[in-house]
C-alpha cells in the first residue's frame, strides 16, 4: 500500500531531525564539558521528546 502525502512529509521531518542531530553531534566537540553538559540537559527535558513522539505514533 502507497504511503500519504501526510506520511511522506512527516519521514522528510524525521529526516530533518536527523540531519539536526548529526549537527549537534560535530559541533558538541567544540564545547566545552560545561557547555555539553548544559545542551544535554536542555536536550533531555525538551519536549516533545521522542520517545513521547514514538508512543503517539504506535498508539500508547
Do not use: C, H, W
Amino acid at each position: 500500500m502507497p504511503l500519504s502525502g501526510e506520511a511522506i512529509r512527516l519521514m522528510n521531518y524525521v529526516d530533518d531531525v536527523s540531519v539536526t542531530l548529526r549537527r549537534v553531534l560535530a559541533l558538541a566537540q567544540t564545547l566545552t564539558p560545561e557547555e555539553r553538559k548544559r545542551v544535554s540537559d536542555y536536550l533531555k527535558n525538551a519536549q516533545p521528546n521522542v520517545e513521547s513522539v514514538i508512543a503517539s505514533l504506535q498508539g500508547k
